[in-house]
């Protein structure tokens, strides 16, 4: 029997115990009718030798290409050592640190990872993490909601080229409350944010939301977009990538002001592409706004002995105590992923980080270069870019992007499903991790596919 | 054991540099266009240490915790059962981890496979009609699931129903759920049997009923027996029925959600489906649905056709209630879960909920032989169990808590204390099916030790834990002196 240990003798001798005939007696509060014999669809029992084999048997149909897609994950070296870490079973197989002294190496982690993101963003707070970049976004703007004391509105407005899918989230969560989500326009020569329409419309929002880099990659005037932001009532979300902040300044500096609650997808600090999850989102804020942070916080406290130690803290504002007044439904954060994110910022330090983001920022800028000398392809923003960008094609995209697949390249993200009004426009991205002469090829190959007879090796 | 922070281990001027680009960042930033204004002239407090000291720190931490793989860890409600490893090593197969999430389907059929198989597989055990894999975890699945019963009454134009009925023993997610998705939350009693009282659920239910969430076995460790009745007048009323798949584990391969009434139900991967569970997180909350739900499913869903696995999105559900995350949820530990399931299959899906219920059965005798109050003495344990300590809180002073902090110095983590709310100085045990007998008969040992001493040495329980990293912490403190980042003190603010 899989993972159970009783033996014919342990079964006979706890049944005695109970007063029971069988373990179907154990059975017998729950009505007859319901009772059910058998899973029609599920298979029979595999041994891990054979699962082993049909996992690697799947696994294989899924390998073996070379990506440029970024759109909100993103591929970076990971060190061995973080996810050999992070498996071991005392952080793996532990729960909820509920148990404060017998879980001192996960709140410990936990206390060191907000410590870490807050500085990175430049704020005061931090939680303990949310599921993911989009629904920590969902989460911010029910937190500015709570906030901003100052505006009756529940209106909020997404910068125009602020990840719409984000938007998407936010209303599946945070829409049955009455909050509605609008997004104002977009410069469609820079790719940037337009001031002029940021705080536009019927009723001043409560909270804007401002993301660095933008959805296309573009380098957001922030100061500006903050200030008019805050000029109106609006608090400010701003969506961070973590890797560009190792480069960019933080949102705690943006404006006059700074931001008033950051948030964004932690996957690129050392958590796997995965298929999208599990990520975990992040969330920090200025002190006078702390408690209104939805999700678990890490505090450091004193034990008996006057010895430092570490503790869920603030759980007044949670589910479990507050009920149906708490500031969100949330429970778990995704401890196992700030683990690995911890480790890996661990790692690769202040300067291992920024070498990370201006190599990533560095090959996205040869990428678009060396594509850009594909006849039929330019570049379709101005602004500067951090590791992604947006090319205009003279084509369809998608038809381009099914041919480089055919040869085991994913050619980056086709934008004619959400940006219909781009035209044909591909969204593309370079990490780190790819290589000059990985550069090279998908520039060969989009010339191969867009037609073009000849290779331009002096190109790259 | 001192616990510095990795902070404190900091040395100007190292880092692994084994793990990023060889350039200078100067060479790396030649000829960029970021603009001098927007660049960051701010320092972290990103550590600056070498590969073995990060290596050391966090093995070190590591070894600070309770955990599945190195301690008993009965906390009722949290189905602490053994995570087989090979769930984790194939679920990070190279394939796997470096899937982009926006790659083409070409480029997945693995993956989509699995989880096409996955729903179905949920579909089966739990009876219901539809599968969506996408929310990341319990309390998402519960808004899901709300979200769902919300947008059908809407599509029919019911405006009225905006209550949820919710028991008095839910967990606390149930009415923080329903808050969140706009709803108006109703507290329903319950009876001293442990039972929904039908009597206040007929007065109850209306034009305005929403629906009701149920967690059944219920999180008092008992199983709702009128769950038939009370399907029926809440269907009658014109509600739907919640499942919150909380204590699925106690019946897996036994009974059914769907055969039951149940409308919608959310189930926890990280629960019956042995994903990890992480120091809390990352869970999985995929929700399923009775026929008349199906088009408000979340979306993605994965679908099949001729030409393969495919992710059905808006135009294959334009009812749906929407995304709940950037991508598809937390794919990682779906795939754990799958592995799981093919490796137990039909035959030890059923024993999951057997030996569970068997070791609840078993244990609670054990702890009710050697004088333990139970909560429910004339009910059969579910796959967990309440025992009640206030005669010992009344007669010694020694409380639910103390007993908990207790168990921590015997080797044992503590059950959940203080939940279910209605039971005073409540400890609600959950050993789960991996557990052998040896290790159920040390715990009723270690508890009869403590017990014995509650009532010779109160002050000596009080005292405990006396064997860990730290001993009880101050939790006022800790929330009237916030220290939640690193400033570059040693200590706690005193």
């Known amino acids: 029997m899989p993972f159970i240990p009783h033996t014919e003798q342990d079964i006979a001798d706890m049944l005695e115990a109970i007063g029971a005939d069988s373990i179907d007696d154990l059975f017998d509060e729950i009505p007859e009718s319901l009772r059910i014999d058998g899973l029609d669809g599920v298979p029979k029992p595999m041994n891990e030798m054979a699962v082993t084999r049909l996992m690697h048997e799947r696994a294989a149909k899924d ?5 440029f897609i ?10 061995a050592a973080v996810w050999q870490l992070t498996t071991r079973g005392e952080f793996y197989s532990a729960y909820t640190p509920y148990q404060a002294e017998a879980s001192q190496g996960t709140l410990q982690v936990i206390y060191e990872f907000q410590s870490m993101i807050a500085s990175m963003t430049g704020m005061d707070a931090s939680n303990a993490s949310l599921y993911d970049g989009a629904s920590a976004v969902a989460e911010a703007a029910l937190m500015a909601v709570r906030a901003n004391r100052k505006s009756k509105s529940r209106r909020v407005v997404f910068a125009g080229g602020t990840n719409r899918t984000y938007q998407k989230v936010a209303e599946a969560i945070a829409g049955t409350q009455g909050l509605r989500f609008e997004e104002s326009g977009f410069d469609r020569k820079t790719g940037r944010a337009e001031l002029s329409t940021l705080v536009d419309g019927d009723e001043p929002p409560v909270a804007v939301v401002i993301s660095q880099p933008n959805f296309f990659g573009c380098v957001e005037a922030v100061d500006e977009l903050t200030d008019a932001a805050h ?39 050392g958590v796997p592409l995965s298929s999208g999850g599990p990520y975990f989102g992040f969330m920090t804020t200025r002190q006078s ?29 949670e589910q479990h105590i507050r009920r149906s007044k708490a500031t969100s439904n949330i429970c778990t954060n995704q401890g196992l992923m700030v683990t690995a994110a911890t480790m890996y910022l661990s790692l690769l330090g202040e300067q291992g980080l920024a070498r990370v983001a201006a190599a990533s920022h560095s090959q996205t800028r040869q990428l678009t270069e060396a594509l850009c000398t594909v006849p039929g392809v330019t570049r379709r923003f101005d602004a500067p870019a951090f590791h992604e960008t947006v090319l205009q094609l003279d084509r369809p995209v998608g038809p381009v992007l099914e041919a480089l697949a055919e040869r085991d390249l994913l050619g980056g993200l086709d934008l004619s499903q959400i940006y219909p009004e781009l035209g044909h426009c591909l969204l593309i991205c370079a990490t780190e991790t790819k290589t000059d002469e990985d550069i090279q090829r998908y520039r060969d190959e989009l010339a191969r596919v867009m037609g073009a007879s000849t290779t331009l090796r002096d190109a790259g | 054991m001192t616990s510095k922070l990795i902070f404190e281990k900091s040395r100007e001027g190292r880092f692994a540099t084994a793990q990023a680009p060889l350039e200078s960042l100067d060479a790396l930033l030649e000829g960029s266009d970021l603009p001098s204004e927007q660049r960051r002239t701010q320092p972290t407090v990103l550590p600056e240490v070498s590969e073995l000291e990060v290596v050391r720190h966090y093995t070190r931490l590591s070894q600070k915790n309770f955990s599945i793989d190195t301690h008993f860890y009965p906390l009722g409600s949290c189905t602490m059962k053994y995570n087989p490893r090979a769930c984790n090593s194939l679920a990070m197969l190279p394939g796997f981890l470096a899937r982009h999430p926006l790659g083409p389907e070409s480029h997945g059929q693995g993956f989509l496979e699995c989880m096409f198989e996955l729903q179905e597989m949920l579909k089966s055990v739990t009876g219901m009609s539809g599968v969506s894999l996408t929310p990341m975890a319990g309390a998402q ?8 019963i919300r947008a059908y009454h809407r599509n029919r134009g019911d405006l009225a129903r905006n209550e949820i009925l919710v028991p008095d023993a839910a967990h606390g997610t149930n009415p923080a759920t329903a808050t969140m998705c706009g709803c108006k939350v109703v507290e329903l009693p319950t009876d001293s049997e442990g039972d929904v009282d039908i009597d206040a659920l007929k007065a109850a239910v209306g034009p305005n009923t929403a629906g009701i969430m149920l967690t059944n076995p219920s ?12 399907a029926a007048i809440v269907h009658e009323a014109g509600g739907l029925l919640y499942y919150d798949g909380a204590n699925l584990n106690a019946i897996l391969g036994k009974c059914r959600p769907g055969d039951m009434g149940f409308d919608v139900i959310h189930m926890n991967l990280h629960k019956t489906f042995s994903t990890p569970h992480g120091g ?27 030409d393969g696995y495919h992710w059905l999105s808006e135009a294959d559900l334009p009812l749906s209630i929407g995304r709940l995350s950037g991508f598809m949820g937390n794919a990682g530990v779906l795939l754990r879960a799958y592995i799981y399931m093919r490796m137990l299959g039909d035959d030890g899906m059923r024993r999951v909920g057997e030996f569970a219920t068997l070791n609840a059965n078993y244990l609670m005798a054990r702890l009710s032989d050697a004088g333990f109050d139970l909560a429910f003495e004339n009910r059969r344990a579910s796959h967990e169990f309440i025992i009640t300590m206030k005669r010992t809180a009344r007669e010694h002073h020694v409380t639910a808590m103390d007993i908990a902090k207790a168990l921590l110095d015997e080797g044992f983590h503590a059950p959940t204390t203080y939940f279910p709310l209605l039971v005073p100085e409540c400890l609600l045990i959950e050993p789960t099916e991996t557990e052998n007998k040896e290790t159920l008969d040390e ?4 508890m009869i030790r403590i017990a014995e001493r509650a009532e010779r040495d109160a002050q000596a329980i009080h005292a405990a834990p006396v064997t860990l990293p730290v001993r009880r912490l101050d939790d006022v403190q800790a929330a009237r002196q916030l220290d939640i980042v690193w400033t570059g003190s040693e200590d706690a603010a005193a």
């Open chain 1, 231 to 269: 000029a109106a009532g609006a608090l400010v979300i701003a969506v961070v990538n973590p890797t560009a902040l190792a480069l960019l300044k933080p949102p705690g500096e943006w404006g006059e002001q700074g931001a008033d609650i950051v948030c964004g997808e932690g996957q690129p600090l």
């Open chain 1, 289 to 317: 706004f702390v408690r209104q942070l939805p999700g678990r916080i890490v505090g450091r406290t004193k034990d008996l002995d006057g010895k430092s130690g570490f503790t869920l803290t603030l759980q007044a504002r």
């Open chain 2, 443 to 446: 715990f009723v040992a270690a």
């Open chain 2, 280 to 306: 809390g997180g990352p869970g999985s909350g995929a929700v399923g649905v009775a026929k008349r739900l199906e088009p408000f499913m979340p979306i993605p869903v994965v679908g099949k056709n001729d």
């Open chain 1, 63 to 67: 390998a073996n290409a070379l990506s």
């Open chain 1, 70 to 79: 970024g759109a909100g994950a993103y591929e970076h070296h990971i060190p």
């Open chain 2, 141 to 148: 699945g519960e808004l899901t699931g709300v979200a769902m």
């Open chain 2, 219 to 230: 999180t008092l460790g008992v199983f709702e027996r009128k769950i038939k009745e009370i």
